[in-house]
């Protein structure tokens, strides 16, 4: 998935993501909460201070957004999820 100009994979292992500047592997634990708005998902890490914003307009189905959803709650948990 492409948002804001990042390559953004979703594994089972981290969030990878890459740009023109590099790339980088973000492992699970480094999340906190995940968000879901009514146009966005918010995946906040370091308690809050940084935040990915994930338009979700750019996921390919509602299927795809689905699956994303499922692993956010097997690897961040129900209760991080808002």
């Known amino acids: 998935m492409i948002a ?8 089972p292992e981290g969030v990878e993501v890459k740009d023109a500047r590099g790339q980088s592997l973000l492992e699970w634990r480094a999340f906190t909460r ?16 940084l935040v990915h914003i994930i338009p979700r ?3 390919a189905s509602p299927e795809l957004e689905e699956t994303f959803h499922l692993l956010l709650r097997t690897k961040l948990g129900n209760a991080a999820l808002r």
């Open 57 to 59: 307009r750019d996921f």
């Open 34 to 49: 995940a968000e879901r708005t009514l146009e966005t998902w918010l995946l906040h890490k370091f308690g809050g201070q």
């Open 4 to 11: 804001n100009g990042a390559r953004y994979r979703f594994a």
